[in-house]
């Protein structure tokens, strides 16, 4: 099974928020591989990473970090394949900084940046899957299937206070 999606993240204890992407990929069956990449701490494993991307078979990377959260943007500058950034809660200025990290790159080098926690985590698995979805046939289908179980559970329960 060869990986189509790198979930990277710049810290054991952003898992929290990213295990919810991977939760979400898994529901899928978006095969993933995860990492721990530093973008401070493991400076020349992000490089290789992200450099040897593409000949491993991956297709997707979603990068999640907070703070001073340069994982994305330095992802996205080391390959061609689309990179999903995901801004994840810090305890000092509650992800802020985090998304303003991520979201303002400069013209050339784009990432695509979700919501702050754990709606990010979960968003960059479906747009994830989405993007895949054009090539494969079973993802589409899986994510059709999560988007009209999620509308029919709303349906299904209208009244708040129940
Ligand atoms: C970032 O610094 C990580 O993505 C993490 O969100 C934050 C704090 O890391 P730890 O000090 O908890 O390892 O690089």
């Known amino acids: ?26 529901k899928l069956g978006v095969e993933f591989e995860t990492k721990v990449v ?3 701490r493991t400076p020349d494993l992000l490089f290789s990473y992200s450099e040897t991307a593409d000949e491993r ?28 950034g995901i801004p994840v809660q810090s305890s000092m200025l509650s992800g802020v900084d985090s998304l303003l990290s991520i979201v303002q790159m400069p013209a050339g080098i784009p990432t695509a940046t979700l919501a702050i926690g754990k709606a990010g985590s979960i968003n960059a698995a479906l747009l994830a899957a989405s993007i895949l979805s054009n090539k494969y046939p079973d993802i589409k289908e899986a ?7 999620q509308t029919q559970t709303v349906l299904d329960n209208p009244n708040p206070a129940e």
Do not use: Q, Y
């Open 143 to 149: 994510l059709l299937a999560f988007r009209a179980n």
């Open 57 to 84: 078979g991956l297709e997707v990377i979603i990068a999640g970090a907070g703070g001073a959260a340069h994982l994305p943007g330095m992802c996205a500058a080391k390959t061609h394949l689309p990179v999903l």
């Open 1 to 26: 099974m060869t990986a189509k999606v790198g979930v990277i993240m710049g810290s054991k204890s952003d898992w929290d928020t990213m295990r919810h992407c991977c939760d979400t990929l898994e």
């Open 38 to 40: 530093s973008a401070h």
